[in-house]
């Protein structure tokens, strides 16, 4: 089975700083990973995802993130964050056709 | 890109009543859906599968008659909360997937039921 733990369950940054939001999986089989944000009382929107290849992904909004196998982790990370990345996000991790398992969430919130 | 769309984004209803959502996929065929429940401050839990033209697959602990799943087309699916209790208020999200796999699967922008 499949499990994924966010590490923090809020982050509060000031704006222009730099963060990292935590996501560590257990698997004992190939899978894809992905993060998703989350704003008030909207549906999902995927951010990035990591299929194969490339170990570092990148979003079209500065996130990145980084496939660390080893390590069994996929950490998001942006350089320098924004009032309107406040938001929650998650990870989420599926074997390879199998059913998408969502950490618990962590609540980025980005104060002026 | 790839839409699903997802309606009504609010409801609220009276104790014993029943609600309907439905969840489209406007721009692509979709033999499968999925719902997920949401409660506040809380990850999705995955509450059953919507295949088209064939009963859903529900998850372990979701009562069937209770959630009601219809995927009669490509484009639609319907869950609805039969009887309703205060205890499903929720926050309730559909997926799908244009292609194979969860590696595109895009979500509807949730419905908030309250129960009154």
């Known amino acids: ?112 | 890109g790839a839409v699903v769309s997802q309606h009504p984004s609010r409801v609220i209803c009276k104790s014993g009543t029943s609600v309907k959502i439905e969840c489209r996929s406007l721009d692509f065929q979709a033999t499968t859906m999925f719902w997920y429940r949401q409660f506040p401050k809380q990850s999705l839990m995955l509450m059953a599968t919507s295949n088209e033209g064939s009963k859903a697959t529900y998850e372990q602990g979701v009562e069937k008659d209770k959630f009601l799943i219809n995927h009669a087309s490509l484009t639609l699916s319907t869950l609805t909360v039969t009887s309703a209790h205060p205890e499903d208020s929720s926050f309730y999200i559909c997926s799908a997937s244009p292609g194979q796999g969860m590696s595109t699967l895009h979500f509807g922008n949730g419905t908030r039921l309250t129960v009154t």
Do not use: M
């Open chain 1, 1 to 112: 089975a499949q499990s994924v733990t966010q590490l923090d369950s809020q982050v509060p940054v000031f704006e222009e700083a730099p963060v990292e939001l935590r996501c560590n999986y257990s698997s004992s089989v190939s899978v894809y990973l992905f993060w998703y944000v989350q704003y008030p009382n909207q549906g999902l929107q995927l951010l990035l995802k990591y299929l194969s290849g490339s170990t570092l992904v990148e979003s079209i909004n500065g996130f990145e993130a980084e496939f660390n196998k080893s390590q069994t982790s996929f950490h998001l990370r942006k350089p320098s964050v924004h009032i309107s990345d406040t938001a929650e996000y998650f990870c989420a991790v599926t074997p390879q056709g199998g059913k998408l398992i969502f950490g618990q969430g962590t609540e980025l919130s980005v104060k002026p």
